[in-house]
């Protein structure tokens, strides 16, 4: 195998395998755009799969709900009699979509003691106290944005479902398919979900774990919410049999930390949630309930990112130790690092996100392929060298001829624009390239990561 000299260092491609004894160093891998020796075409990375399968590919094609659910979603929404409910549906997905974080006190007293300077700064001096109450409260409302929580009473429900149960099944489907590609061998028996909703999570993690989950435990603060995701899973009825057996509905969330379940997950639910604190302390009570993965998505948009950021920072950083499991945590996926996210320390902040396309429930307004915008952060317990730390592509990759343009998330905790080519890289990762899209894992590493050769 040919090798690099100076600064250039050597990339390889290699399988991933669990539990590797050596840990990945915080190696820039900056050698990849200027030049690298070629990769050695006769190593057996690939064994006998072909480039388009290479080891890191993670994205799925379009998915579909399970047809007895998309029956039943339909035949719901037929029976409820809605009127406009096209319109309601837009209006909702534009308005969940849209939404920011909720502003905290600090920050609101922050602004209204500037808007205070401000207005003194500028106005009359014989101006009183009170209308200088109110030039400033007339200011706030005008300037700071008015978050509200969603009271999901029977109606809403329905229109949430009609709304976001097919693309919430795509999103968390993919970040199941995360998990399952990487670690084959787990089978989870347990599954808890946060703001279950609908039940989407259910479906997805019985598509793909069904013969192994034993219990679901759906936690949702709307009982109109639990109502619907049962019938759901009954076909509309209230009395007939689960098409998922093992699921059991509650209003609050189990704090007890004695009972952990195998997988734990909020999707799209932390932004429901009216405070900072309220979310830290959310989020303190999955991790404490987490036996092997904390799964959590949001929209993809830069407050769901951050809402994710802020939940891995804590869990991370996080000094309370539960007595019963005092494993860290480190971040499974997409992040092969522990390090400050560089999307959100750049010049331009930009949200980490995904894309899953999918088949949209048939509704007469919605017929068309979809693709679902997400982010998501997928959290585990035990060690980091038990993940894979190859390079995540964060954007669509630009083919063009004879090269590849890749936006990856490194290691070492950089954003790195990678342009790739055969004759620089290699046949083989420029193949693995080329085949590879957004979402997907580049399989190259440095070789301090590799396991020493037999005849070292």
């Not at 999307?343 to 930009?350: C, G, I, V, W, Y």
Request: proline share 8%; with cysteine; glycine share 6%.
């Amino acid at each position: 195998m040919a090798t690099a000299s100076g600064p250039r260092c050597l990339l390889m491609l290699s399988r991933w395998r669990r539990g590797l004894g050596v840990a990945p160093q915080s190696r820039a891998l900056a050698a990849l755009v200027p030049g690298v020796s070629q990769v050695d075409n006769k190593s057996d990375f690939l064994g006998k799969r072909p480039h388009r399968r290479h080891p890191g590919i993670l994205q799925r094609p379009r998915v579909r709900l399970p047809q007895t659910l998309a029956d039943t979603a339909q035949l719901l929404l037929l029976e409820s009699s809605m009127s406009n409910v096209e319109k309601q549906v837009q209006a909702l997905t534009n308005y969940l979509w849209s939404r920011h974080l909720p502003v905290e006190p600090e920050e609101l007293q922050r602004r209204a003691v500037h808007l205070e300077k401000k207005f003194l700064e500028n106005s009359d001096s014989s101006q009183t106290e009170e209308k200088l109450r109110g030039a400033v409260l007339h200011a706030l409302r005008k300037t700071t944005y008015h978050w509200q929580e969603l009271s999901y009473n029977e109606g809403l429900s329905l229109v949430y479902m009609a709304a976001r149960l097919d693309g919430g099944f795509a999103a968390v489907s993919r970040a199941f398919h995360e998990i399952q590609t990487q670690i084959p061998e787990f089978q989870p028996q347990t599954l808890m979900d946060f703001g279950s909703g609908t039940g989407s999570v259910t479906w997805a993690a019985h598509s793909i774990w069904g013969k192994s989950l034993r219990e679901y435990m759906c936690v949702d603060s709307s009982a109109a919410m639990l109502d619907l995701a049962e019938k759901l899973l009954k076909g509309g009825s209230e009395t007939g049999e689960p098409y998922v057996p093992g699921v059991f509905f509650r209003q609050f969330l189990p704090v007890s930390p004695k009972v952990q379940f195998h997988v734990v997950v909020s999707a799209f639910s932390l932004s429901e949630l009216p405070s900072k604190a309220d979310r830290a302390e959310v989020v303190q009570t999955l991790w404490r309930k987490t036996s092997d993965f904390l799964v959590l998505v949001e929209n993809g948009t830069k407050a769901g990112h951050c809402l994710l950021m802020e939940a891995r920072d804590l869990v991370l950083k996080g000094k309370e130790k539960s007595p019963l499991d005092p494993r860290p945590g480190f971040v499974f996926a997409p992040c092969p690092h522990e390090l400050p996210c560089p999307q959100m320390t750049a010049s331009k902040p930009l949200a980490c996100s995904f894309s899953q396309a999918y088949h949209p429930i048939p509704f007469s307004w919605s017929k068309q392929p979809k693709e679902e915008k997400f982010s998501m952060v997928i959290l585990a317990r035990g060690s980091p060298k038990e993940a894979n730390r190859w390079p995540r592509i964060t954007q669509p990759v630009l083919k063009r001829p004879r090269h590849v343009h890749c936006h990856l998330c490194c290691p070492d905790g950089h954003m790195q624009h990678a342009v790739i080519t055969a004759r620089r890289h290699g046949r083989d990762l420029y193949r693995c390239a080329r085949v590879s899209s957004w979402g997907d894992l580049l399989p190259v590493t440095t070789p301090s990561e590799l396991p020493p050769s037999p005849e070292s």
